[in-house]
């Protein structure tokens, strides 16, 4: 039981990592590429926010805070 609750924190915590790493490369990519070629219209930040707000989400089932709302419990 023991066993099944430790691999199943290890595996949320590497699909949020894999999560937070996607986040930050294309946002690393994105954001010099606004402020280059049109530095007047920020439009980088729709998908800074758009993108930040699943990856909340997903920081909360990393942390098993949605275990009851998942769970029925």
Known sequence: ????RRNR??????I????????MGVLAILIP???LTTPDNLWFVFPLVA???PLAI?????MGLLDGLIDGR
Do not use: I, S, T
Request: no cysteine; proline share 0%.
């Open 9 to 14: 924190a290890e595996r949320r915590l590497r």
């Open 51 to 53: 993108w930040g707000a």
């Open 33 to 35: 590429l606004n402020l």
């Open 16 to 23: 949020f990592r894999l999560h937070m790493l996607a986040y």
């Open 58 to 62: 997903n920081v909360a089932w990393a």
């Open 1 to 4: 039981m023991e066993d099944e």
